[in-house]
Structures are given as C-alpha cells and as structure tokens.
C-alpha cells in the first residue's frame, strides 16, 4: 500500500522540477509566457569613458578639476606651460612676413628709379666707348705719321674693346631690370611662403594643444597627473566618464530575433528605481552568434547561441551607472 503511493508522489515531483526548469530556461532566453505582450531581458548600463591627454609634451601649468567634478563639453581642464610654443609660433610668423615681403618684391619687379639708373649707366658707358673710339683713331692716325708708337695703339685698342663690353653688359642688365623677376623666381618665392604659412599653422596648432579641453559632457573619474609634470602626447592626464550616450548592452537567444528589430523602443528598469522606467530603443543588433558571456551562462544555457543587442536610453540620469544590472522590457512583435 506504501508504495503504491510513493510512486505516484515522485512522478510529481519529478514534473515539477521539469516544468521549473522549463520556466527558468525561458525566463533566461528572453521568452515571455502565452500571456505576457512583453519580453524581459537582463543587461548591464554600458557608458563611455576617454583618457585625455595631451597632442604635444610638455610641462603641466594648471590642472583645473578634481575628481568626481561635472565638467561640459570645451571646459579647459589642464593647460600645459605656453612659452616654448608661444615663441615659435612667432618665430614662424616672423618667416611668414620675409616670404611674403620676398613675393611681393618679385612680383612688383623693378621700380623705375631702379630703372632710371640702368639707362644712366648705360649713358655712362656709352660715353666711356665714344672716347676709348676717339682715342684709337688719334693713335692709329699718329702712328701713321710715326708720331707715336705701335704700343700705344695697342693700348688705345684695347680700352676699345673693354668699353664696347662693357656697354653690353649695361644695356643687358637694363633689359633685365626692365623685365623684373623671372618666372621661376616668383615661383620659388610662392613655394617658400607656402612652406613658411604651413609652418605657422603648425606651430599654432602645437600652441592650442597645449590646452586640453574635455570632448563631451561628462564626469571627472581620474586626475592622473599633476602641475609640475612633464608628459608626452601619449601620457593620461585625466579619464572622463561620458554622460551621453548611455547605452544598455544585452543578450537575446536566437528564437528572439524575428521579434525583436532596430528601432524599436524598450523600457530599462533599475534595482535602485524599479518603479521607473527609461526610455530607449534598440540601436543596434550582432549579426554574429556568440555563446552565452558568462555574466548569464548556466549550465541549461551553455551551448546556447545569443545576439548582443545595444539599447540606447534617451532620458538617462544619475540613476544609471556604469555596469550597472537592469531590465530590459520590450513588446513582442510577431513574425510576419
């Protein structure tokens, strides 16, 4: 008679156990009961964080927050000590104006009182050949009459020829001061102030590095450095926790997805807040299977294959905080 009723007591329990663990495993998925328009799924808040530094080295002047301070997005929060690359960027300026003083020279080519001194050298020596002529043609006409000697003539020859190349020279370079710069001049001086203005940019842009400023709105969570340190560009300085955007990332099992879609809007429930409920929608879903992380992983759910899914939430606050376990509540779509 006793055994007759334990049988019937195990088969039971062992039922009960079935349709419990029946229960878990579709709670774990994401699959929501016959009744429920709902689907219910588990994540943790996922925000983003920077490490700031600087672009260039340098030695800290100021260090303006401290941790756990709000800042918002163009706040100065260090500067680095500004001489050094103050006085370069002068000295860029400097060669800027030479290149250009340099241009505009050649371009406005030669000024006419420059101009009137050429052709008055030319005069000059002009002069100086219709005499050096006179006095060959006295010499060859004394050494005829044998009045003076060869020597002299040669003599008299030669100044000749020096002033006639000489005035063909001058009348060469009026030419040339008529003409002014050469193309190739002028090219060179626009290369040169090119090169010069991309050196001034350069050094301006090394000068505004020398301020960091914070990216986006956020949260000081590290002050890692301090004034008085020299820190290259690949030196943190301060790590800044991001208020925007707060995103949800979470897991939906494979028999999920025809009902879930980018877009769509959830609600996100907190531990500390479980009676509000955040806006969001899903922003974005893996196209690539992944087995369960182990922040969910059991031993029923081991070989299971999830899609991490990201949930943007729209009106986050102080509620949400990095890492953060919550719930995810979304309608369920059906297939079409």
Not at 51 to 66: N, S, T
Request: with cysteine; glycine share 6%; charged share 25%.
């Amino acid at each position: 008679m006793n055994k007759r009723v334990v049988i019937p007591v195990v088969v039971l329990i062992v039922a009960g156990i079935y349709t419990a663990g029946c229960s878990d495993l579709s709670i774990k998925l994401g699959i929501a009961k016959a009744k429920d328009p709902h689907v219910t799924l588990y994540g943790n808040v996922d925000i983003r964080q920077v490490e700031l530094g600087f672009r260039v080295a340098g030695r800290i002047a100021q260090m303006k927050f401290e941790e756990g301070e709000s800042v918002t997005a163009g706040t100065k929060l260090a500067e680095l000590d500004a001489r050094s690359f103050q006085d370069t960027v002068r000295g860029a300026e400097a060669e800027v104006a030479r290149r250009t003083a340099l241009l505009a020279r050649f371009q406005a080519g030669s000024r006419p009182a420059e101009i009137e001194q050429a052709k008055a050298r030319v005069s000059e020596v002009t002069a100086d050949l219709e005499r050096a002529r006179q006095d060959l043609a006295r010499q060859q006409l004394l050494v005829r009459e044998g009045a003076s000697a060869e020597v002299q003539r040669e003599h008299a020859a030669a100044s000749f020829a020096m002033a006639t190349a000489r005035l063909e020279s001058t009348n060469k370079a009026l030419q040339l001061t008529r003409e002014g710069a050469r193309r190739e001049d002028i090219a060179e001086a626009k290369a040169g102030l090119a090169a010069a203005e991309a050196s001034l940019s350069a050094a301006q842009t090394s000068l505004a590095d020398s301020v960091l400023s914070a990216p986006s709105d956020g949260v000081i969570l590290s002050r890692v450095r301090e004034p008085g340190a020299i820190v290259g560009p690949s030196d943190i300085v301060f790590v800044l926790s991001l208020l925007k955007p707060v995103w949800v990332r979470a897991y939906v099992a494979e028999p999920l997805l025809g009902r879930v879609s980018p877009g769509m809007e959830v609600s996100v429930f907190s531990d500390t807040k479980p009676g509000k409920a955040y806006k969001g929608r899903i922003g974005f879903i893996s196209p690539v299977a992944e087995f369960t992380p182990k922040s969910v992983e059991t031993p029923e759910l081991r070989t299971d294959l999830v899609y991490r899914m990201r949930v943007i939430v729209e009106d986050a606050d102080q509620g949400l905080r990095q890492d953060m376990p919550v719930t995810v509540r979304l309608p369920i779509v059906e297939e079409g």
